[in-house]
């Protein structure tokens, strides 16, 4: 019995050191910007967090402690890695790491908030997105015990933008916002990159708002909605009506866009639906092969623990 327990404990303690050394070399690959080898540590300690620390068994508080950490650490990875924008979207938005984030680090939605925004293939994860930050701004009103919307202008103003355009409908809310958006990514480290997709996309989601409640559009007020001069607006308008993106067209007698009229397509709904479905499919099929994995490394380490056990009774 006594060789046995001294067993496990060593066992706890090898996986404890095993796990220490996973977070240096984690550590160590986004120093020298090896960002596969980082995504892939970044995959393996997230299977022991989840796990409950291997081993050495983890408290939940501990749990909550390395979640914290891996979601921050993450930040290298995912806005450096060519899928990072997808990567960052599933773990931040997992049940265990968005507990995470509303209880310990809620200034990660920021980031969440702008991967969402800039990744067009990921569309179908705004209606999740806008639910967490509107529970997110109200209940800092609840704590407050301010008003709303002055609650949510002392917020991020990503996420402020988030919940002024989707939660509130309030398109000046939204569009008074969209100057600090940008002022907010240009300063931040991770993403500096992205500010420009973010502007422009955010305009887009301003723009297809705002049309959905207008036939006609004002380009001077539309320029005002979108926090741009009228010449860039018109041209703007006129970009994407080239590309294919708005069925509309310029007034110029007026100064105002004509929306056109088009009944809903079915098939174009259905295609939203499922547009991100292969990519939730390989997560869940890389979750599950981690979670293989690791249950293979468990119980090599308990046959091990056992062997050792045997040989000491011998």
């Not at 002024?164 to 409908?169: P, V």
Request: one cysteine or more; aromatic letters at 8%.
């Amino acid at each position: 019995g006594v060789s046995a327990t001294t067993t496990a404990a060593t066992a706890a303690a090898s996986s404890k050191r095993a796990t220490d050394a996973l977070w240096g070399k984690f550590a160590s690959e986004i120093l020298l910007k090896n960002w596969e080898a980082a995504l892939a540590d970044l995959h393996r300690l997230r299977a022991i967090v989840d796990e409950g620390g291997g081993a050495s068994r983890a408290t939940p508080l501990e749990q909550l402690q390395q979640r914290s950490w891996l979601l921050h650490w993450s930040l290298f990875v995912f806005f450096n890695h060519d899928k990072g924008h997808d990567g960052i979207i599933d773990l931040f938005l997992s049940d265990k790491y968005l507990q995470a984030i509303q209880t310990n680090c809620p200034w990660l939605l920021r980031y969440l908030a702008t991967a969402v925004v800039i990744n067009k293939r990921r569309r179908s994860t705004l209606k999740d997105l806008v639910k967490v930050v509107t529970q997110e701004h109200r209940q800092d009103t609840v704590v407050v015990g301010a008003p709303a919307a002055s609650s949510a202008a002392g917020g991020d103003p990503v996420t402020r933008f988030i919940d002024c355009l989707y939660a509130r409908f309030d398109l000046d809310g939204a569009q008074a916002t969209l100057r600090d958006c940008e002022r907010a990514l240009r300063a931040d480290y991770f993403l500096c990159n992205c500010a420009d997709a973010f502007m422009e996309d955010a305009r887009m989601f301003v723009f297809e708002t705002y049309c959905r409640l207008h036939t006609t559009i004002d380009i001077p007020s539309l320029a005002t909605k979108l926090a741009m001069d009228d010449e860039r607006a018109e041209k703007w308008v006129v970009d994407l009506i080239r590309g294919a993106l708005l069925d509309a067209k310029i007034d110029s007698s007026h100064n105002c866009v004509v929306m056109g009229t088009r009944a809903p397509d079915v098939y174009t709904h259905v295609i939203e639906k499922t547009r991100d479905l292969l990519v939730r499919s390989n997560a869940l099929i890389n979750n599950i092969e981690h979670k293989v994995l690791a249950n293979d490394r468990k119980v090599q380490a308990a046959a091990l623990a056992s062997g050792g056990g045997v040989n000491d009774r011998d």
